[in-house]
């Protein structure tokens, strides 16, 4: 082969896999939350979940896309583990597409005809920078251009030096061929990082006579499992969730190219006849993209019985992580690129933070005369996440967030100053009450204690990613803490002034109860605003008042 068709079939890859890309981005950006909603509605049955998966990886053909997403979604607490497993098997028979989409239009369809004008139309609507979601759109269609121009150049190519490379004279047919081959179509996913690309290399191979049917269909199989490496990748120093979906992926795709190699013979000449009597169009291409989707589907029918088997399994595994309460659970760097899925789990880990500042609160009230012994370490916990989540909100900052979540990178910076407020308050309380004595007026101490017990009842509903929390419920019980507060205060004070308590015991009770009633008001602030940032939701012109005071 001479350097100049070696150019081209590099220069043809490159198109491939940039038009690939660009054809992901914008569907994933045009669609918004069109692709949040559809997991979320659409796999609450096994079934449901396979097809969602089969739909959503044909539309943006990307299957490592569709992964990440579900590794966000079930880090976002919007999936379990049994749904995401779904979404991967109907993600790998999704993924299959790409073999149709190269074996009709890439074969039979003048494709210059089409890409070059998509190419230009797409460039027109990206210039249409006051329409994001057309812009995106734009970005996708441009992509789809590129993609198939970059399959007429490698088809093209290896039309070029089909005659003066053969492989029929090779021995496929035992158990080392087979391994052989399915070992290139492995590698061959594995330095490009794209089973869709891997693909259409064997498929553009395939249909200049360079490599023969079964070659390829080995090929084909250890491209199928090349896929997982994406996701083995990406799961690397990632949440355990991820790692669990990644590792249903390996299995899933493990298990199908063993048996898929096992049956190879077998299944290419049953599918042969099958297309003879369906009367399909002849030829390999279109045979190699049945045989692609065949023994995924395959597949999900071997596991599907075995699923639940499966999760439990990968549930007692990656462990290890999740028992550090310190370690960010749910700020995996696989959704930084998908910012409503990295926003959702900015608000999952923050609502981690709130519940760790609610617990320190909760301790500090309940005790008289000590700090608890996990105050430090839970401190300590805190801090590492909230800074964790900062260098997090960092990442996504540096991409193009559409201009509807512009403010909610510095909602989420609001709500995590308001529980490290709370952990500090949670300080000073602690050190009030060490420093402080007893009172011995019983009426003036039960109401101490009442104010106490309201805030306790406060930071206990103040949970935003609670479904039964209300928002209203906790506006409602501060305005009745804060009328409650001055109402102590104000008792405390001509306690103090006729002699029945001591000055400095006076002074110290204020203090520990401003605190006290700061930190109900921050847990009520950060629960209302973690509210709005798991839905998404702008902030009301009230809440940006608030925000302007603060």
Same mark, same amino acid.
């Given at each position: 082969?001479?350097?100049?068709?070696?150019?081209?079939?590099?220069?043809?890859?490159?198109?491939?896999?940039?038009?690939?890309?660009?054809?992901?981005? /914008?569907?994933?950006?045009?669609? /918004?939350?069109?692709?949040?909603?559809?997991?979320?509605?659409?796999?609450?049955? @096994?079934?449901?979940?396979?097809?969602?998966?089969?739909?959503?990886?044909?539309?943006?053909?990307?299957?490592?896309?569709?992964?990440?997403?579900?590794?966000?979604?079930?880090?976002?607490?919007?999936?379990?583990?049994?749904?995401?497993?779904?979404?991967?098997?109907?993600?790998?028979?999704?993924?299959?597409?790409?073999?149709?989409?190269?074996?009709?239009?890439?074969? +039979?369809?003048?494709?210059?005809?089409?890409?070059?004008?998509? %190419?230009?139309?797409?460039?027109? *609507?990206?210039?249409?920078?006051? +329409?994001?979601?057309?812009?995106?759109?734009?970005?996708?269609?441009?992509?789809?251009?590129?993609?198939?121009?970059?399959?007429?150049?490698?088809?093209?190519?290896?039309?070029?030096?089909?005659?003066?490379?053969?492989?029929?004279?090779?021995?496929?047919?035992?158990?080392?061929?087979?391994?052989? *081959?399915?070992?290139?179509?492995?590698?061959?996913?594995?330095?490009?990082?794209?089973?869709? @690309?891997?693909?259409?290399?064997?498929?553009?191979?395939?249909?200049?006579?360079?490599?023969?049917?079964?070659?390829?269909?080995?090929?084909?199989?250890?491209?199928?499992?090349?896929?997982?490496?994406?996701?083995?990748?990406?799961?690397?120093?990632?949440?355990?969730?991820?790692?669990?979906?990644?590792? /249903?992926?390996?299995? *899933?795709?493990?298990?199908?190219?063993?048996?898929?190699?096992?049956?190879?013979?077998?299944?290419?000449?049953?599918?042969?006849?099958?297309?003879?009597?369906?009367?399909?169009?002849?030829?390999?291409?279109?045979?190699?993209?049945?045989?692609?989707?065949?023994?995924? %589907?395959?597949?999900?029918?071997?596991?599907?019985?075995?699923?639940?088997?499966?999760?439990?399994?990968?549930?007692?595994? *990656?462990?290890?992580?999740?028992? #550090?309460?310190?370690?960010?659970?749910?700020?995996?760097?696989?959704?930084?690129?998908?910012?409503?899925?990295?926003?959702?789990?900015?608000?999952?880990?923050?609502?981690?933070?709130?519940?760790?500042?609610?617990?320190?609160?909760?301790?500090?009230?309940?005790?008289?005369?000590?700090?608890?012994?996990?105050?430090?370490?839970?401190?300590?916990?805190?801090?590492?996440?909230?800074?964790?989540?900062?260098?997090?909100?960092?990442?996504?900052?540096?991409?193009?967030?559409?201009?509807?979540? #512009?403010?909610?990178?510095?909602?989420?910076?609001?709500?995590?100053?308001?529980?490290?407020?709370?952990?500090?308050?949670?300080?000073?309380?602690?050190?009030?009450?060490?420093?402080?004595?007893?009172?011995?007026?019983?009426?003036?101490?039960?109401?101490?204690?009442?104010?106490?017990?309201?805030?306790?009842?406060?930071?206990?509903? @103040? #949970?935003?990613?609670?479904?039964?929390?209300?928002?209203?419920?906790?506006?409602?019980?501060?305005?009745?803490?804060?009328?409650?507060?001055?109402?102590?205060?104000?008792?405390?004070?001509?306690?103090?002034?006729?002699?029945?308590?001591?000055?400095?015991?006076?002074? +110290?009770?204020?203090?520990?109860?401003? #605190?006290?009633?700061?930190?109900?008001?921050?847990?009520?602030?950060?629960?209302?605003?973690?509210?709005?940032?798991?839905?998404?939701?702008?902030?009301?012109?009230?809440?940006?008042?608030?925000?302007?005071?603060?």
């Amino acid at each position: 082969m001479s350097l100049t068709l070696l150019a081209n079939l590099a220069g043809g890859i490159g198109l491939f896999m940039l038009g690939m890309m660009l054809m992901t981005n /914008g569907l994933k950006l045009s669609a /918004g939350n069109a692709l949040r909603n559809i997991l979320e509605r659409s796999t609450r049955t @096994a079934f449901r979940g396979i097809l969602s998966g089969v739909f959503i990886t044909s539309l943006v053909q990307s299957s490592s896309a569709v992964t990440v997403a579900t590794i966000g979604f079930v880090n976002a607490g919007l999936l379990n583990l049994t749904q995401a497993i779904m979404l991967v098997y109907g993600s790998n028979v999704g993924t299959t597409m790409t073999g149709w989409l190269v074996a009709t239009i890439g074969f +039979n369809v003048n494709i210059k005809a089409f890409s070059l004008p998509a %190419i230009g139309i797409g460039m027109m *609507f990206q210039l249409a920078k006051t +329409n994001p979601r057309l812009a995106a759109l734009g970005e996708s269609l441009a992509g789809f251009g590129i993609f198939f121009l970059g399959i007429e150049i490698m088809k093209t190519t290896f039309a070029g030096v089909g005659g003066s490379i053969q492989l029929e004279s090779l021995d496929y047919s035992g158990a080392t061929g087979l391994l052989l *081959f399915s070992g290139t179509g492995f590698l061959l996913t594995f330095f490009m990082q794209s089973s869709s @690309a891997a693909m259409a290399i064997i498929l553009t191979a395939t249909g200049g006579g360079i490599i023969p049917i079964n070659v390829a269909a080995s090929m084909v199989i250890g491209s199928n499992l090349g896929t997982t490496t994406t996701a083995a990748i990406a799961s690397l120093g990632a949440t355990p969730n991820a790692k669990r979906v990644a590792a /249903g992926h390996v299995i *899933f795709n493990l298990i199908t190219g063993l048996v898929a190699l096992a049956i190879l013979p077998a299944l290419l000449f049953s599918l042969e006849r099958l297309r003879h009597v369906l009367g399909m169009e002849t030829g390999h291409l279109t045979l190699l993209a049945l045989f692609h989707t065949t023994f995924n %589907i395959l597949g999900v029918l071997i596991l599907l019985p075995l699923t639940v088997r499966m999760v439990r399994f990968l549930e007692q595994r *990656f462990r290890i992580s999740e028992e #550090d309460e310190a370690l960010p659970r749910y700020l995996d760097r696989n959704v930084v690129s998908t910012p409503t899925l990295a926003l959702q789990a900015m608000a999952m880990e923050l609502g981690r933070v709130g519940a760790l500042a609610r617990r320190m609160a909760l301790g500090a009230i309940s005790s008289e005369t000590s700090a608890s012994p996990r105050l430090k370490q839970e401190s300590a916990a805190l801090d590492n996440l909230v800074d964790a989540i900062g260098d997090f909100s960092s990442s996504v900052q540096r991409r193009n967030l559409p201009p509807q979540l #512009d403010d909610q990178l510095p909602n989420a910076m609001r709500v995590s100053r308001y529980y490290t407020e709370i952990a500090e308050l949670v300080k000073a309380t602690t050190k009030s009450q060490l420093k402080g004595t007893p009172i011995s007026h019983p009426v003036l101490s039960e109401q101490i204690a009442n104010f106490k017990g309201s805030v306790a009842k406060l930071l206990e509903k @103040a #949970d935003a990613l609670d479904e039964e929390y209300s928002s209203d419920d906790c506006s409602e019980r501060m305005e009745a803490i804060n009328e409650e507060y001055q109402e102590l205060k104000a008792v405390l004070l001509r306690a103090g002034t006729v002699g029945e308590i001591g000055v400095r015991q006076m002074v +110290n009770r204020l203090e520990m109860l401003s #605190d006290i009633r700061r930190i109900a008001e921050q847990a009520e602030k950060g629960a209302r605003f973690l509210s709005n940032l798991k839905s998404l939701t702008p902030l009301s012109p009230d809440e940006e008042k608030e925000v302007r005071a603060d």
